[in-house]
């Protein structure tokens, strides 16, 4: 997937798929995408079966150094960053 306005793209791995060729191919994909200009998250089956929420949080905060400017929300109650409140796009610029 790739943001194209803010120059940012997530690979989703998964082993069964990222061997040999595969591997190669990903490769010059990411290569090409760095040419490009994109930078670059990877992330394998198990952490985004398991840990979408941090997964979400990522994205966004390389989305929000990129430019984006909308606050991170938890995705509902029992979300597992326990944030309290939505992080604003200030608090990732003061990082
Ligand atoms: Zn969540």
Known sequence: MRY???GVAIELDGVRWHSGETRYLDDARDNRS????FRTLRYGWLKVAYHPCEV????????VKQGYRRDFHACGTGCALQLGAPVTVSAVERR
């Open 4 to 6: 194209v306005d803010y």
């Open 34 to 37: 760095a040419l490009d200009g």
């Open 56 to 63: 979400a949080h990522e994205v966004w905060s390389l989305l």
